[in-house]
């Protein structure tokens, strides 16, 4: 058939991931998407996290047309047939067959884990040690784009805001000792950006590798204080998060350390990325979410899961400050491109108003669509109706005309321009 030499635009069959931080039901963007998707009901008790689209063993997708004999191919599968049509040269050169990037949709409740992934060193060796925890050899740079207000953990805190947690939080210093306190205090930025380094590392450290039962002590005496300071002043926005998260992860490590990570509050249409070895933890609301094609975390905090403190605290950049807020560079008056620092992805977001057309020009790589609202068609050489739920594949070096009538409002994965850029 004519979509299996590459070209056009095929729909995907995506899968959807029940985590427990998912939110419920029809109130979660992803169970909505994973319905008109694959029309598979909703169970309105059951918490709907994540929707993936794209390779990745895990969760792989389908194609929904393509296939001989009512074959059920993968999109792996289908890629695999003939690769360089379908990735392009300059793809397949860099990382053969493999698809780079997965796309997904997050539909946050609750707290994700303080965790970070590894970068590709780590992981190839992470993976051939425990392969059954660590399920990839690659590592897994992402971003995170807000559909609604979006809230994270990202990041370590500034010097200066790490003093100011020091000096007005009692049960801190009782973790870190009045020795260590006293050393934050009284760094600067010139004693040398290795030194700090470090003493922030010792800090964090001794944090997550306290004992439950001094953690289960000193999270009692911090909530009971907040509590009562609580009517007698506003408390902060980071006081209040801590309240929040001790109510999800009762005596959870993961409530301390908070306090000296970023606490990140996306707008819609706003986005954070992060590296490897970046520590990080997504706390609520609805995103996009891009990445290296890796399943690859390590997790230490706010978790049921299985947890790695020692590879987590020493893998770790500890870089201080707080991250860079992307905005998106605008591409057409209804287009703008998320370009973080990584050659496996970006991301275009397209909200076209009624009576609207826009086009997305040919590039020598793969893309994969997804449509959160609204109807409309997309055009290669037949047109293509498509309505929110809808997720197409299109293969290198098509061009696509979107259109229409009534509102459309869809993303695009793709790999990074930048890296198509150095090869003309």
């Known amino acids: ?12 069959m995506c899968c959807v991931k029940n985590y427990d931080w998912g939110r419920i039901g029809r109130e979660s963007t992803v169970g909505r998407l994973y319905y008109r998707n694959t029309g598979i009901d909703i169970n309105k008790d059951e918490p709907y996290a994540e929707f993936w689209m794209g390779t990745h063993e895990s969760g792989p997708s389908y194609v929904l047309k393509g296939a001989d004999n009512g074959e059920k191919l993968t999109l792996k599968e289908w890629i695999e047939r003939n690769p360089t049509s379908v ?39 992470l993976h051939k040690e425990q392969p059954s925890v660590y399920k990839d050899d690659n590592h897994k740079p992402e971003m995170a784009l807000a559909l609604t207000q979006f809230e994270a953990l990202c990041g370590f805190v500034s010097l200066e805001e790490l003093k100011v947690i020091v000096r007005t939080t009692p049960e801190i210093v009782e973790v870190i000792g009045n020795a260590k306190a006293e050393q934050v205090l009284h760094f600067n930025e010139d004693d040398g950006k290795e030194e700090v380094r470090l003493l922030l590392r010792s800090v964090f450290t001794d944090v997550m590798t306290v004992r439950k039962d001094v953690t289960a002590e000193v999270l009692s005496k911090l909530i ?26 009762p005596a959870d490590v993961g409530v301390l350390a908070a306090y000296l990570l970023n606490y990140v509050k996306l707008n819609p249409g706003e986005a954070l990325y992060l590296g490897s070895n970046e520590p990080h933890a997504y706390l609520f609301g609805e995103s996009v979410e891009c990445m290296a094609n890796s399943d690859n975390v390590i997790r230490a905090g706010l978790t049921p899961k299985h947890r ?5 605290c020493s893998m770790l950049t500890y870089k201080l400050g707080f991250p860079e807020i992307l905005k998106g560079t605008v591409v057409n008056p209804y287009t703008k491109r998320y370009l973080p620092p990584f050659d496996e992805f970006e991301v275009d977001r397209c909200i076209l108003p009624q009576n609207s057309t826009t086009v997305f020009p040919s590039i020598p790589g793969p893309s994969i669509f997804l449509v959160v609202g609204g109807e409309g068609t997309m055009t290669t050489s037949s047109d293509e109706v498509v309505a929110e739920g809808d997720v197409l594949f299109a293969s290198a070096n098509t061009k696509i005309t979107v259109a229409t009538l009534s509102g459309l409002h869809l993303y695009r994965a793709g790999v990074s321009s930048r890296l198509f850029e150095l090869h003309k």
């Open 308 to 312: 790695d403190v020692k590879i987590l």
């Open 1 to 12: 058939m004519e979509e299996l030499n590459g070209g056009g635009l095929i729909k995907l």
């Open 224 to 249: 009971n204080r907040l509590n009562v300071e609580d009517q007698a002043r506003h408390l902060t926005d980071k006081e209040q998060l801590i309240l929040q998260l001790e109510k999800q992860y």
């Open 87 to 125: 990735l392009g040269d300059i793809v397949v050169n860099k990382w053969g067959t493999d698809f780079p990037f997965l796309f997904k949709v997050l539909s946050v409740a609750k707290a994700l884990s303080i965790q970070a992934h590894p970068d590709k060193d780590l992981a190839t060796s």
